[in-house]
C-alpha cells in the first residue's frame, strides 16, 4: 500500500552519501566483473585465448569507464570555500533518471561478461542494451510522433450560424 500525502524529499547531505554509496558499489561490480574475467580468460584459459577475447575485454572497458564517469559526473558535490555541502549533485537512486540507464549497462556488461567466461556466445546478449534503447525511443518519441491525430478540422460553419454571428458583430459597432 502507498504511503498517504506528500512524498519526502531527500536532503544534499542524503543526496551526497547515497550518491557516494552508489558509486562505491558499481566500482566493486566493475572491479569484481573484470576480476573474474581476467582470471578465467587472459589466466587459466591463456592459450585458447583469441584477439575477440581481448577486443571484448577493451569493449567493456569502454563502456565502464563512459558509463561511470557520466555517472560520476552526474553525482559530483559543490562544496563552499569554508567546505559545507552546496549541492550533492543529481540523485543517482531516483526513478526514470539518465542514472537509471547507465546503471542498467553497468550491470548488463558485468553479467555479459561474467558469463562470457562460460562461452563467448554471451557477448550476444549486450545486444539487450541497443534493443531496450529503441523500445525507449519508441514508446517515449517515435511511437506517439507516429500516432498522433491530426489536428481536426475545425467545423463547418453552417449559414444559420454565420449570419447570428454577423449580426452580433453589426450589433457591437
Known sequence: MAPKGKVGTKGKKQIYEENEAT????TRVIL???????????LVFYSSSTVWTWLLLVFALAVYVGSYRSMSAMAKPVFAEDGNLLDG????????GMAEHLKD????TAIVQVLSSIS????????????????????????PWFTAESPSA????????QR??????????
Open 89 to 96: 549533485g543529481i540523485d543517482l537512486n531516483m526513478e526514470q
Open 105 to 108: 549497462v553497468i550491470l548488463l
Open 154 to 161: 475545425p467545423e463547418e460553419v453552417n449559414d444559420k450560424k
Open 23 to 26: 558509486l562505491k558499489f558499481y
Open 32 to 42: 569484481g566483473a573484470n576480476a573474474i574475467y581476467a582470471a578465467v580468460n587472459l
Open 120 to 143: 563467448s556466445y554471451f557477448w550476444w546478449l549486450w545486444l539487450l542494451a541497443p534493443a531496450r534503447a529503441l523500445q525507449l525511443l519508441w514508446v517515449n518519441f517515435l511511437g
Open 164 to 173: 447570428r454571428q454577423e449580426r452580433r458583430q453589426m450589433k457591437r459597432f
